[in-house]
């Protein structure tokens, strides 16, 4: 999408590959590892995946799209996450949810900001009902939302 | 009752005892009781996966229902098939495919072809119960052979199988989970994108409308109804031994006059014979093979005439290349020689001709759009139809196919050999060569015409032949790309001493082609080849070179094989096909 792979990912690649690559039941580690040099997995590298394990490419996009750990186009360096649970949606998450969307300038499917500065998405439930409407950037939650607080928090990651 | 027999066990389905092997599953055991237990994921010549639940039965004692696809029977196990529970989950799991699938039946290419809609039918579903969200997909249209529409893919994932075990390409998996859970290649590419051969075995199993080929019945009905045109239709040797399935007929049964008569019904202005090319391409490819271990040319050398192959060797081992006799397979030399040849001998202006071809194949559809094949100056094949799309020809018409008396095909282009009749089987390319090459080396006549040992349904046949002098040919014959693979695997290796190898796609070679009618097994398949064998037997003439028609085109304007005119028209190249995802 846009991103550029740095030729040293790619060599790091294949030494996983090569560590791991002709080993049965390796492929998810595989697939997470990977997720971890690219901070995505991208077309290319599950070409080269798909080429060095042996695993048919579709057999290998089936296995992504399936769990959603992974990911196919590029993640912003903040993850936000908008709880829609019973709770959080009782008290407003819908609003929360767009006002982050509107604050992001996220239109329709999108996800992710163009600058890469942030994924917005949308989890069933954080654990933390008491604090509901909540949300998580990164590791840090932040609760008893109303709409205004939005842009406050978003902009301590900025 | 303790007798228990090491392979055997005895399981009650409905109240009925019976004795099954141990291996057996609850749906083959019920099949021996004269149950056909309704199922849709399940096809008997794929891995089991039993996804699709729809053969749900009540196994006594256990927790739930299970799918007696996969379920295995053991000692003393007692099954209902047909309880209250079983009929009204088993609809209930249909009526839960049916809320996310089209209501169009009626319009449907698949109508009455249609396993999903058997089912319906056979379980009495008469209204839709369930109204929800429906899946938005796009149909894939972007290639000439194969239509993929995932609206009406209800994720059996047979195609998944059908890919991978029988062709190795795993073009397709299941992808995303529940709602959006769809069956597609990888990326969601279109089937021109990645490297699918076209060879349409998953047409064959797909139970649905998800996966048909490519129809182009209305084209060739408008090239038919234009008074400008003079239109000629070629017909591959599979045709004949398939099309009778699609009215009724026993599988082997061959319908060759009944068929031509068909297509005069249907306005063709010829009727030729692709077995007709068939012999004019073991002339070309019979020389060429000569040649080649004459001059030391690269070996082994390997059949061009399955257009699934071509692809597969295009897309994936572009390096086999040089490997690949440079004949065009029937279909192209027929489309070069009838624009030629016949146009001349006829005096038509070749501008007016639509060749036509009817084949049991959906990759001839993007075999007669390859850029190489117009060296006639024109398209050599405009339309090919398969020989499914034949007989929704014919039923349009509403002629009454088994009733048709028989025709014979048109001269010059419908005289042809046993040699080309057998070219529908895998190993029958080999044997018509054979037939050929070794009259061509020796100069000594054939004493046995039959080469048993490349003939059958094993997935890998090896055979040699002793031409004499202490020369000696040896020959390999696969169908299936996976066992192609392997044997492209032991060239690679160094380890094949073959002179020749032929390969085709499809199981059972083009008789169990992607075109071909539903359904089709490894019975079917057998029948098919059979009729083969027995209508080459009943031939007149059986060896290429003798057919007439045959000596005639090269003694008055072929030239000689391999000749410059021969070059020209009948050879072909191929090259690699960049940019699709492997």
Known sequence: MGEKIAEKDMVRLDELLADLGSQRGTLIPILQKSQEIFGYLPREVLVRISEKTGSPLSRIYGVVTFYSQFHLKPRGRNIVRSCQGTACHVRGAKGILSELKKELGLEGEEATTKDLGFTLETVACIGCCGLAPVIMVNDETHGRLVPDSVKGILDQYR | ?582
């Open chain 2, 1 to 582: 009752m303790s007798s228990v027999n090491e392979t055997t066990v005895k399981v009650t389905i409905d109240g009925q005892e019976i004795s099954v092997p141990r291996s057996y599953t609850i749906l083959q055991a019920a099949r021996l009781v004269g149950l056909n237990i309704p199922h849709l994921c399940y096809h008997p010549e794929l891995a089991r996966e039993g996804n699709c639940r729809v053969c749900l039965v009540e196994v006594e004692g256990g927790r739930s229902l299970v799918a007696s696809c996969v379920y295995p029977v053991n000692e003393g196990m007692k099954v209902h098939t047909n309880s209250p529970i079983v009929r009204e989950t088993r609809k209930t799991v249909v009526e839960l495919m049916l809320a996310n699938h089209p209501e169009d039946c009626l319009f449907c290419v698949k109508n009455q072809h249609c396993e999903l809609q058997e089912i319906a039918a056979d379980l009495g579903i008469r209204r839709v119960r369930f109204h929800g969200e429906k899946r938005v997909a796009e149909k894939d249209e972007n290639n000439p052979s194969i239509v993929r529409d995932p609206q009406k893919c209800i994720l059996c994932t047979r195609c998944v199988r059908a890919c991978s075990e029988r062709q190795g390409l795993d073009i397709f998996s299941s992808v995303n989970r529940g709602f959006n859970s769809i069956v597609e290649p990888a990326f969601g590419l279109g089937l021109d994108e990645v490297a699918c051969s076209y060879c349409g075995q998953c047409t064959t199993v797909c139970p649905t409308a998800a996966l048909t080929e490519k129809d182009d019945t209305q084209i060739l009905w408008d090239a038919l109804a234009d008074p400008d045109k003079f239109v000629v239709v070629q017909t591959a040797p599979s045709v004949r031994i398939g099309l009778g399935e699609e009215f009724g007929m026993k599988s082997g049964g061959i319908v060759t006059g009944k068929m031509v008569a068909a297509l005069r019904r249907l306005g063709f202005d010829r009727v030729f014979d692709t077995d007709f090319a068939a012999d004019l391409t073991i002339m070309e490819e019979g020389h060429e093979l000569l040649h080649r271990i004459k001059t030391g040319g690269v070996m082994p050398m390997m059949t061009s005439c399955s257009p699934g192959w071509i692809n597969f060797v295009e897309t994936v081992h572009p390096d086999m290349i040089p490997h690949l006799s440079t004949a065009k397979s029937p279909q192209g030399m027929f489309g070069a020689t009838v624009k030629t040849y016949f146009a001349e001998k006829a005096g038509i202006d070749p501008a007016k001709i639509v060749s036509v071809s009817v084949m049991p194949c959906t990759a001839k559809k993007w075999e007669a759009k390859r850029p190489q094949l117009c060296d006639s100056g024109y398209r050599d094949v405009d339309i090919v139809i398969t020989t499914r799309e034949f007989a929704r020809m014919i039923k349009q018409t509403g002629a009454d196919f088994m009733n048709l008396s028989e025709e014979d095909f048109d001269n010059p282009m419908g005289v042809s050999s046993g040699a080309g009749q057998i070219f529908g089987a895998t190993g029958g390319v080999m044997e018509a060569a054979l037939r050929t090459a070794y009259e061509a080396y020796t100069g000594k006549t054939l004493e046995n015409l039959d080469f048993i040992g490349v003939r059958g349904l094993a997935g890998i046949k090896e055979a040699s032949v002793d031409m004499g002098d202490g020369v000696v040919l040896k020959v390999a014959v696969a169908h299936t790309l996976r066992n192609a693979e392997k044997l492209i695997e032991k060239i690679k290796a160094g380890t094949a001493d073959y002179h020749f190898i032929e390969i085709m796609a499809c199981p059972g070679g083009c008789l169990g082609g992607g075109g071909q009618p539903y359904p089709t097994d490894t019975e079917i398949r057998q029948a098919r080849m059979d009729a083969i064998y027995n209508a080459d037997a009943h031939m007149k003439y059986r060896k290429s070179h003798e057919n007439p028609a045959i000596i005639e085109l090269y003694d008055t304007w072929m030239g000689k094989p391999l000749g410059e005119r021969a070059h020209h028209l009948l050879h072909t190249h191929f090259k690699a096909w960049e940019g699709r995802l492997k």
